[in-house]
Structures are given as C-alpha cells and as structure tokens.
C-alpha cells in the first residue's frame, strides 16, 4: 500500500472500534499477528486484550509512527517490526490469530494469495484470521456532490487497483478466505461515520482537505488526475461540509474464519 502523511495521519485515527468484531474471539492468552499495520492504532487497542501482539508492516512512515506510539503505550506484550505479508519472518503455528485491516483489497490476485498462504502458515491449528475491509457499493453518501464522488474516485486512483471488482472486496471476504483454505465462522458490517455532528462532518472535511493538497501532487505528477479534478474535489468537500443534513457512511465488511 502506498502510504504518505496524510495517510497515515488518517489511520491512527482509527483503533479499537475497527477490531470490535474480532473481540470475542480473542483470549488473554491470544498470540496476535496485526499484519499491515500501518501506524499501529489497532495493534495497541488489541495489545491490552491478549498475551502477546506483533505488528508487522513494510512502510517506513507508517513503522515509525507505530513504534513511537509504542513507547508511549508502554505495553511490555507489544512489538513492530518491518516485514512483508507475503514473506513473514515467522515460523510455522506461531499466532493464535492474524488480523488484516483496510489492506487485502489493494492486493493483486497472486499477492493475495501468497499473503493469505504465509496468514495460513503461521497460524496454529484452530486459529482465527479476522478482515476487515472497504466495499464502496456499502457507502452511504448525501448529497451526492459530484466534487465528493470525484475525490472518493481520485482516492482510488491513487491505489490503482488492477480488478474494478476490488472495489467490492468486502463482501467477497468470506468466499475469498474458504477458497485459499479457510473456514469462515462469522460475518458482518460496520460504518464509519463522518457526519454524526456538525463537528464530525467539520472534521471530516478537513481530512479530505488535507488528504488531496497532500496527494494531488502526487497524483498530479504519477498522470492519474488533472489540477481542475484536485480543485473540484476540494471544492465538493466544502459544499458538502456546509449542508447540516449531509452524510457519510463508510462500509466495512467484517469476516472471521479458523483454520481446521
């Protein structure tokens, strides 16, 4: 996953709630592979809920970020390291549970498949890989400002997903993880929300803001948008932040499945 400071600025607002799911599956004897995880917020809420929690990622930014809320966290059972998904520097059965967030729907096929091959390689017998992931078919959009769609579509542009269909990676998770070995045992939904409150949709435009100053460039330079499409997304937003009724849900599609 391609990653910059507005990116990663915006992931460690996420943490517990994004592993609610996985909660009741998980013991104080739980060893945890958080695999892709970015600037570490879900590996530190999940770290006080098991025995041992390691979160791997191959991003430089987003390990820095992880390892300096580390320190702050203070938590002796939690440890980051560099590695990659698809190569896990871990022997066979040595997790009890491998968490995937936000990162197996930028995934090619065949990198898919060697991730969750080296996912099913680590766990023990009887362990559980839990997803969590986008599906924009699930989003709830008001009002449907062209500026908005276009900055959701600049967004994706800047993963370049190679399938549209990963789009809709979401509620395809249970069928993915039977076909690569898995037996899926719980399935369900979430949203994020945006727009609870003149505060939350303040914020959220501000997100989007600083989001597309930080990548409009890049996407600018890489080919993938123009200047005009930067400045109509950026006006969207504004528009958007200024209706009191406007909302916005995004979906997250939720899987646990246990390797027999």
Same mark, same amino acid.
């Given at each position: ?34 695999? =892709? ?17 390691? =979160? ?68 023990? $017998? ?16 008001? $009002? ?19 399938? $549209? ?5 979401? +509620? ?8 690569? =070995? ?18 939350? +949709? ?41 209706? $009191? ?16």
């Amino acid at each position: 996953m391609r990653h910059d400071s507005s990116i990663v600025a915006f992931q460690q607002k996420r943490g517990g709630d994004s592993a609610a799911f996985f909660v009741p599956f998980l013991t104080s004897q739980t060893t945890l592979l958080d695999a =892709g995880c970015g600037p570490g917020t879900i590996t530190v809420a999940l770290a006080s809920l098991v025995g041992k929690a390691i =979160g791997i990622d191959n991003e430089p930014k987003a390990l820095a970020a992880a390892n300096a809320l580390a320190a702050e966290a203070g938590l002796s059972n939690l440890a980051f390291a560099e590695a990659d998904m698809t190569a896990l520097p871990f022997e066979d059965g040595s997790f009890d549970a491998v968490f995937f967030h936000a990162v197996l729907y930028h995934q090619s096929p065949a990198r898919l498949t060697r991730t969750l091959t080296e996912a099913r390689r680590v766990l023990k $017998p009887g362990g559980f890989v839990a997803t969590r992931d986008a599906d924009v078919g699930g989003n709830v959009l008001h $009002p449907e400002i062209e500026g908005v769609r276009l900055a959701l579509d600049l967004w994706q542009r800047w993963y370049e997903h190679d399938d $549209p269909a990963a789009l809709r990676f979401g +509620r395809r998770q249970s069928s993915i993880l039977r076909a690569h =070995g898995f037996t899926p045992v719980w399935a369900g939904a979430s949203y994020i929300n945006h727009s609870a409150d003149a505060a939350s +949709r303040s914020e959220a435009v501000a997100d989007a803001r600083r989001s597309l100053l930080g990548l409009g460039p890049l996407l600018v330079g890489k080919g993938l948008a123009t200047d005009r499409e930067i400045q109509l997304a950026l006006a969207g937003w504004e528009a958007w932040g200024a209706d $009191p009724d406007a909302v916005y849900f995004r979906c997250r599609c939720e899987c646990v499945a246990r390797k027999d």
